[in-house]
């Protein structure tokens, strides 16, 4: 039964958040149609609001009551929102949504000690990405087996939002319910050399040309400069993890956990750990670290400052 209950949604992860609230909203209105919907943000709390929000009117006795960023609820509505959540009534189907951080801690942990059903929502790892993307393929009925989902990844990032748009695209787009790696690579032809990762893929395969120009068509296609520092930041730590693992015996898998990268990109880091050592690589990441400092002051010039960064990072790398 869902009326009667309360769900508690945290984690920082705002489509997965907006998922499993809107999952939980259509299993109630499927049980009681004619439910009444009230959704407020915690910080418009007070205790009349409250009861108004949980509480039936004269035109329906039940309600499905939302309220959003738990964290901001206000002291004065602590107590009730967790007497209220502990024994919401046969007719309140009451969802809370904390998006994590340790604002409104305090009644999370009240909620939790009170045994309020909870679910956790955590966007996955870089290597559980393609699992992520044939789950999205399952649920919208297309066939794609694993080399395709790797190559989506490669194509569009690491966005939830991005994949999950690019999926539907796909299953919306397709003549057949199947997509293959050829399907993917065609269809998303150029975008690829235009994301930040590609830009950083370049960079750490030492091939400088190719950097710079990947670099310019990112930032004249509308890339922001903070994911393209933020991108180069995240690979250099994947190669700094990665080289220092390699006297380890880790393999496949969880040398990819480790290193936070699919297993598919493990051949991509060891044919270029060649190029890099561990101090180049910490070298690499304070400059990149200046220059994303740089480019989010008003009067710096981002292009030049970036394409000073791609050539400062190279001249990192091993000789």
Same mark, same amino acid.
């Given at each position: 039964?869902?009326?009667?209950?309360?769900?508690?949604?945290?984690?920082?992860?705002?489509?997965?958040?907006?998922?499993?609230?809107?999952?939980?909203?259509?299993? =109630?209105?499927?049980?009681?149609?004619?439910?009444?919907?009230?959704?407020?943000? =915690?910080?418009?709390?007070?205790?009349?609001? $409250?009861?108004?929000?949980?509480?039936? %009117?004269?035109?329906? %006795? *039940?309600? @499905?009551?939302?309220?959003?960023?738990?964290?901001?609820?206000?002291?004065?509505?602590?107590?009730?929102? $967790?007497?209220?959540?502990?024994?919401?009534?046969?007719?309140?189907?009451?969802?809370?949504?904390?998006?994590?951080?340790?604002?409104?801690?305090?009644?999370? *942990?009240?909620?939790?000690?009170?045994?309020?059903?909870?679910?956790?929502?955590?966007?996955?790892?870089?290597?559980?990405?393609?699992?992520?993307?044939?789950?999205?393929?399952?649920?919208?009925?297309?066939?794609?087996?694993?080399?395709?989902?790797?190559?989506? @990844?490669?194509?569009?990032?690491? *966005?939830?939002?991005? $994949?999950?748009?690019?999926?539907?695209?796909?299953?919306?787009?397709?003549?057949?319910?199947?997509?293959?790696?050829?399907?993917?690579?065609?269809?998303?032809?150029?975008?690829?050399? @235009?994301?930040?990762?590609?830009?950083? *893929?370049?960079?750490?395969?030492?091939?400088?040309?190719?950097?710079?120009?990947?670099?310019?068509?990112?930032?004249?296609?509308?890339?922001?400069?903070?994911?393209?520092?933020?991108?180069?930041?995240?690979?250099?730590?994947?190669?700094?993890?990665?080289?220092?693992?390699?006297?380890?015996?880790?393999?496949?898998?969880?040398?990819?956990?480790?290193?936070? @990268?699919?297993?598919?990109?493990?051949?991509? $880091?060891?044919?270029?750990?060649?190029?890099?050592?561990?101090?180049?690589?910490?070298?690499?990441?304070?400059?990149?670290?200046?220059?994303?400092?740089?480019?989010?002051?008003?009067?710096?010039?981002?292009?030049?400052?970036?394409? =000073?960064?791609?050539?400062?990072?190279?001249?990192?790398?091993?000789?």
């Amino acid at each position: 039964m869902i009326f009667g209950s309360t769900l508690l949604v945290t984690g920082p992860d705002e489509l997965l958040g907006e998922r499993a609230v809107r999952a939980r909203r259509q299993q =109630a209105l499927k049980e009681r149609p004619e439910a009444q919907i009230n959704e407020v943000t =915690a910080d418009q709390l007070e205790s009349t609001m $409250l009861n108004e929000i949980v509480g039936g %009117s004269l035109f329906a %006795s *039940d309600i @499905v009551a939302i309220i959003d960023d738990l964290g901001s609820c206000p002291a004065s509505a602590v107590e009730q929102v $967790l007497a209220i959540a502990s024994d919401p009534g046969p007719d309140l189907c009451l969802i809370l949504r904390h998006r994590g951080g340790v604002k409104g801690k305090g009644l999370l *942990d009240k909620l939790k000690k009170a045994k309020v059903p909870t679910e956790s929502v955590v966007a996955p790892k870089a290597w559980e990405l393609p699992k992520f993307v044939l789950a999205e393929a399952k649920r919208l009925k297309i066939s794609m087996p694993q080399d395709a989902a790797e190559a989506l @990844v490669a194509a569009v990032g690491s *966005d939830l939002r991005a $994949l999950v748009g690019a999926v539907a695209q796909l299953a919306a787009d397709s003549p057949t319910s199947e997509v293959d790696a050829a399907t993917i690579k065609r269809y998303f032809a150029g975008r690829a050399e @235009v994301t930040s990762f590609a830009v950083a *893929d370049a960079i750490l395969a030492g091939n400088a040309p190719l950097a710079v120009e990947r670099l310019r068509w990112a930032l004249n296609t509308g890339a922001a400069p903070v994911l393209i520092t933020s991108a180069l930041a995240n690979s250099l730590r994947g190669m700094g993890k990665f080289l220092d693992a390699e006297s380890g015996r880790m393999a496949g898998a969880e040398l990819a956990r480790h290193v936070g @990268v699919p297993p598919w990109k493990l051949k991509d $880091l060891s044919r270029n750990s060649r190029l890099w050592g561990s101090a180049g690589i910490a070298s690499a990441i304070r400059l990149v670290a200046q220059t994303d400092a740089d480019v989010k002051g008003a009067a710096v010039d981002a292009q030049y400052a970036l394409e =000073a960064m791609v050539l400062g990072v190279l001249a990192q790398r091993r000789r």
